[in-house]
């Protein structure tokens, strides 16, 4: 079955440096999604990805998919104290029409120290 | 954030108790899911509603039923349930599950212990 792959499973940062997390799938993905969960939180919608080879920008995050469509990336620029949480990719399968089926990716936990 | 509750937060149960999630979307929405969150593992699909019609059950254990009388609200019904059944239950809904990628709203979860 399909596997999302997520690395790394941590992370600590001083504030003001900068993150990335990555994001590899065993199969072509249709899309990607990315979530945030703050701790003791829910996962929170930040982005979705669909074309290949696409980049967006939300401030200081920018997410990347790849040009196979198999992998992404978000990258956190300057992290800030907010930024603490898990960050989740989340995709679907390319073929079908189960768009709602995610696969997620077993997440990386952020931590910012001031 | 309101759109999706969830009821109750906390759920301690035995093993040989009977008890049911409740979820409720004030969204609009026509999709909703069931998802089960461990420590240390992905989210893992449990089920699906699609416009009331359940069309996915991602091999759950049968002691978990789900039943969605509407597109607004989820239940999952527990019965018999097994210590490593111990977990966070988030439930999600989203516009529709097919014809787009539509992203999904969680709850805030249930987090149930069984001892």
């Known amino acids: 079955g399909q596997q999302v792959m997520q690395i790394p499973q941590y992370q600590h940062v001083q504030e003001g440096e900068d993150f990335t997390t990555y994001c590899n799938s065993s199969?072509?993905?249709?899309?990607i999604q990315w979530y945030k969960q703050r701790p003791g939180g829910h996962p929170v919608f930040l982005i979705q990805l669909v074309k290949s080879g696409e980049v967006k920008k939300q401030k200081r995050l920018t997410f990347q998919f790849g040009e196979a469509k198999k992998n992404s990336s978000l990258h956190i620029t300057a992290t800030q104290t907010t930024d603490v949480g898990t960050y989740f990719c989340a995709g679907t399968n390319a073929g079908g029409t189960s768009y709602g089926k995610l696969t997620f990716g077993q997440g990386t936990i952020l931590t910012v120290h001031p | 954030e309101t759109g999706v509750t969830q009821t109750p937060r906390h759920l301690v149960m035995g093993m040989t108790n009977k008890k049911s999630l409740k979820c409720e979307q004030h969204l609009g929405h026509n999709a909703m899911y069931w998802y089960k969150q461990s420590a240390k593992k992905p989210l893992e699909l449990m089920f699906v509603?699609?416009?009331?019609?359940?069309?996915e059950n991602n091999s759950v254990p049968s002691r978990f039923s789900p039943e969605c009388p509407n597109s607004s609200h989820l239940f999952l019904h527990l019965h018999t349930l097994q210590p490593e059944d111990s977990a966070l239950y988030l439930c999600?809904?989203?516009?529709?599950?097919?014809?787009?990628?539509?992203?999904?709203?969680f709850g805030p979860g249930t987090r149930l212990t069984v001892t």
């Open positions: 199969t072509t993905l249709s899309n």
């Open positions: 999600a809904s989203s516009q529709r599950w097919d014809a787009f990628p539509y992203e999904q709203y």
């Open positions: 509603y699609n416009f009331k019609e359940q069309t």
